[in-house]
């Protein structure tokens, strides 16, 4: 463990933040050297790599609540929902740790505002009364995705979506979205790395649903940052090293929706097992290292991807082939939400004819 009075931080759970982001940088490479021949109408010998579906979290949570309802797994993008399921079990164990171990988008957010504090000798905590409000919109968003794409509709109408044409390339849509962004995106996407140099952790504090949802599970989990007040000499330099501003040096049990399980408390605390990952009191247990708490939520994570692959639920469902004749003509309005919904046809095909959907394989 590295001990720094400035930026007190585990030196494993760096190290794992690294690797993975790492690992989704090479899977984002890969998936553009795939897709972007394609979409210019040329072959590739590049593999699509199923991980890249991590970055489709409407189309997992569709295929969960399918799940939910008995429509078993969802064959279009299976990888999409073996990684929720494997972040909401890895932060329903220990609290919320996808959002500080694993998640890209996490890591970036922390590096920028460690970055801001190295470059401004500081960063801005808004006061309790903007604070609070702020907070809520994360929570806001989560509702407004769970009930638009997933609570308001059937099971039936899920499906049809997950069907659709414009859900077996959405990987592809969101790649050419950022790689051709349009000025909004471009401004808004600024907007997030200034204001994340200038507050740490803007993003997943005021603006993540993923990460609402994962605290709201986390809320419960049984292994949770806890303090033994007897050994507790109030430093408060436990209070001063949580990133998610939570007074840590006041309580006992770290219950917060806030907190992601990432130690930083842990690793700035002076005094051996005062502050640690633990289970319920009434489970004796011996404070879990740091390293411990970190494999156990990894492990976690890797089971349950490794548990879909392993039953053949990894890849999707649509082929090669399907994919090189449907990048060719992205641009058509079959491939937007409202076309996918409405069951367009595919190229070429008529009046009458079987929807594309029907086509390849599920009605």
């Not at 009075?5 to 790492?22: C, D, G, H, K, L």
């Not at 609070?132 to 039936?156: C, E, H, N, Q």
Request: charge should be positive; glycine fraction near 8%.
């Amino acid at each position: 463990m590295r001990r720094n009075s400035r930026f007190p931080v585990i030196r494993t759970r760096r190290i794992v933040q690294v690797a993975f982001f790492a690992l989704v940088v090479v899977i984002g490479v890969q998936f553009t050297l795939w897709a972007l021949p394609q979409l210019g109408g040329r072959t590739t010998t590049v593999s699509r790599p199923p991980g890249v579906e991590g970055f489709l979290p409407i189309s997992a949570l569709m295929s969960l609540r399918l799940a939910l309802a008995g429509g078993g797994i969802h064959p279009v993008h299976p990888a999409a929902l073996a990684i929720l399921v494997a972040a909401l079990v890895a932060s329903a164990i220990v609290a919320k740790s996808f959002c500080s171990l694993l998640c890209p988008v996490g890591a970036v957010s922390e590096w920028l505002g460690r970055a801001g504090a190295r470059l401004l000798g500081t960063t801005w905590a808004p006061p309790r009364w903007l604070d609070i409000p702020l907070r809520s919109l994360k929570y806001l968003l989560l509702a407004f995705f769970a009930w638009a794409g997933v609570i308001a509709l059937a099971p039936d109408a899920i499906a049809a979506f997950l069907d659709s044409p414009y859900n077996r390339v959405a990987d592809v849509k969101m790649l050419v979205f950022f790689v051709s962004p349009g000025r909004t995106t471009v401004a808004a996407l600024g907007v997030l790395v200034i204001g994340s140099l200038l507050i740490r952790d803007l993003w997943c504090r005021y603006l993540c649903p993923y990460g609402a949802l994962l605290g709201l599970l986390g809320r419960f989990a049984p292994l949770r940052v806890t303090r033994d007040s007897a050994t507790c000499i109030d430093c408060r330099k436990c209070t001063t090293a949580c990133p998610a501003r939570l007074p840590v040096h006041t309580l006992g049990r770290v219950a917060s929706v806030e907190c992601t399980s990432c130690q930083d408390c842990v690793a700035a605390c002076p005094v051996k097992d005062c502050l640690a990952i633990r289970p319920p009191r009434l489970i004796s247990v011996r404070p879990l290292r740091p390293v411990v708490a970190l494999a156990i939520a990894g492990a976690l994570w890797l089971a349950v991807v490794t548990a879909f692959r392993a039953s053949g639920h990894w890849h999707s469902s649509v082929t090669p082939a399907e994919y090189a004749e449907r990048l060719r003509d992205l641009d058509s309005p079959l491939y937007t939400h409202v076309g996918g919904m409405a069951g367009a046809r595919a190229p070429g095909e008529t009046e009458g004819a079987a929807p594309i959907v029907r086509a390849h394989g599920r009605k």
